[in-house]
């Protein structure tokens, strides 16, 4: 099936009626015309007029330029309907009534309109009037067929029901689902939304490079490539997050970077090959500091994109007008995977409930591992409200700052929302030395066959060497943010084009 409502063969035959069709305008003359000029939206019409009763507005004689698709069309005896929809929203998700009638456009403009079809695309001129039923629509005096449409809509009813298909050929999802365009319409107003907010708390947005000679910032593996003019390779980035903090050290103070990521991992409901963060760093910022202003910034983000914090995912509330939970790992067990105080730190316990959950237990672990370990093979998936998860090992952690109080774990933080995570974020180790030793750590790893762990970067230690200001950072995760604010299951629901299996 290339169309949901029609067989192949049907589809194909629709499809050369359509190229007949367009044979024919071509010999009339010029078949693609592009010099009509829509002065008015659909969105905008119904919001200024479609209120208005009809004896208050026919009177008013206003007159507009519209332009569209046609997504509907009646055909009758001396006056028809058709329904343009164009790139505005509104109330009527960007579409308005064209009349047009034999009288007005001419006897041979009517004839044609008669053959034309849905998914063409038409310049129309008139006034605006209400029908009997109250529906705003143009008197139309003038009437142009701009782009004809070779290949029929998936059902007007009904859109595209095939998912795979509406990821594949999302041009054709985007025209017939009002859904689908709202939720990439809500992606942008959040990602405004929060570009705007970092701006006005005194944060330089930068652009750091895709293309890196040594992938760094994250446990990952990378895509590879090879640079010809260079001779070497080189590495899509799986982070931003040294080229940052290299920012920091040379004297920006605040910074931030919304852009793409890639990792060379599965692909699930939750993860894509190249997905959109948002990293930011702060001089003189810990992480307590880095948990209250990302509380702030989701916050934010929710009302520009949705006009309220208190969502629903799934069918379930996720309020995000209260204060977000804090707990550290070991707290996080006792709340909600069935340990006392004591149990929650008793390697035998939690080595035994590892088990149970049916993942494995590196001989090596100790506590602070054991608890994590734990909390991602029990808890992770049960934090349905925001709560943000503190006080990591520092093993999972090579790049975050030991805690002065336990040196085993790091001033780190994961926020979790609807079982997910969505933000990660630390004080940073502005420790050269000790980045070193750890970055050591993290290559010996990968010589043992670690195929995520870092590698070592010789540059950034050097940059650590010229001394970075005590550092907050955080990584916010845009796609996941998006689904969560549209109430999206799957991350290719908020992207628009998503990695796919190549067709055939």
Avoid at 2 to 13: A, E, F, H, R, V
Avoid at 353 to 382: C, D, N, S, T, Y
Avoid at 418 to 447: H, I, P, W
Avoid at 470 to 489: A, E, K, Y
């Amino acid at each position: 099936m290339t169309n949901d409502s029609l067989p192949l063969d049907d589809d194909n035959k629709l499809i050369a009626e359509r190229r007949e069709k367009l044979a024919a305008i071509r010999r009339q003359g010029v078949a693609f015309p592009n010099d009509f000029k829509p002065r008015h939206h659909a969105g905008d019409l119904q919001h200024k007029y479609g209120e208005l009763p009809n004896e208050e507005l026919e009177p008013q004689g206003v007159a507009v330029a519209v332009a569209g698709r046609m997504m509907l069309k009646r055909v009758m005896g001396k006056a028809s309907f058709a329904t343009l929809q164009d790139g505005s929203f509104g109330k009527t998700h960007g579409r308005i009534q064209l009349f047009i009638s034999k009288d007005a456009v001419g006897e041979a403009l009517y004839e044609a309109f008669k053959h034309w079809d849905l998914g063409d695309i038409l310049g129309a001129e008139g006034v605006l009037f209400k029908t009997r039923t109250g529906e705003l629509s143009v008197k139309v005096t003038t009437l142009r067929l701009l782009t004809k449409s070779l290949r029929p809509l998936p059902d007007k009813f009904h859109g595209m029901s095939d998912q795979e298909q509406k990821y594949r050929q999302r041009y054709a999802d985007l025209i017939t689902d009002e859904h689908a365009r709202a939720r990439f319409v809500a992606r942008s107003k959040a990602v405004s939304s929060i570009r705007s907010f970092m701006v006005e708390h005194s944060f330089l947005e930068v652009e750091t490079p895709m293309l890196h000679p040594i992938p760094g910032g994250a446990n990952a593996k990378p895509f590879t490539t090879h640079h010809n003019a260079l001779d070497q390779q080189m590495f899509l980035r799986i982070a931003p997050e040294l080229y940052l903090k290299r920012l920091v050290v040379g004297g920006f103070e605040r910074v931030f970077e919304i852009n793409r990521s890639f990792r060379n991992e599965g692909i699930s409901v939750r993860h894509n090959p190249e997905f959109t963060m948002m990293e930011f760093y702060a001089a003189y910022w810990n992480y307590h500091d880095l948990m209250d202003f990302t509380e702030q910034l989701l916050r934010h983000a929710a009302r520009m994109a949705t006009g309220s914090a208190s969502l629903t995912y799934a069918g379930k509330p996720v309020e995000l007008d209260k204060p977000f939970a804090r707990l550290s790992v070991r707290e996080s067990l006792v709340a909600h995977a069935g340990l006392t105080e004591a149990e929650s730190t008793d390697p035998e316990v939690l080595r035994a409930k590892i088990l149970a959950a049916g993942e494995e237990v590196p001989a090596h672990w100790g506590l602070a591992e054991l608890q994590f370990g734990l909390f991602e093979a029990v808890v992770e998936a049960k934090l349905w409200q925001p709560t943000f998860i503190v006080d990591y090992p520092v093993d999972v952690s090579p790049l975050a700052r030991a805690s002065d109080a336990d040196p085993t774990v790091t001033e780190r933080f994961e926020l979790f929302i609807t079982g997910r995570e969505y933000a990660n974020g630390f004080s940073e180790l502005n420790d050269a030395e000790d980045q070193a030793a750890r970055f050591q750590s993290q290559a010996a790893n990968k010589e043992a066959g670690d195929e995520e762990a870092m590698y070592y970067d010789a540059d950034f230690i050097r940059a650590l060497e010229y001394g970075m200001p005590p550092t907050g950072g955080c990584g916010v995760g845009l796609d996941r943010l998006v689904m969560l604010l549209t109430d999206s299951p799957s991350i290719r629901d908020v992207i628009l084009f998503p990695a796919l299996r190549r067709e055939g």
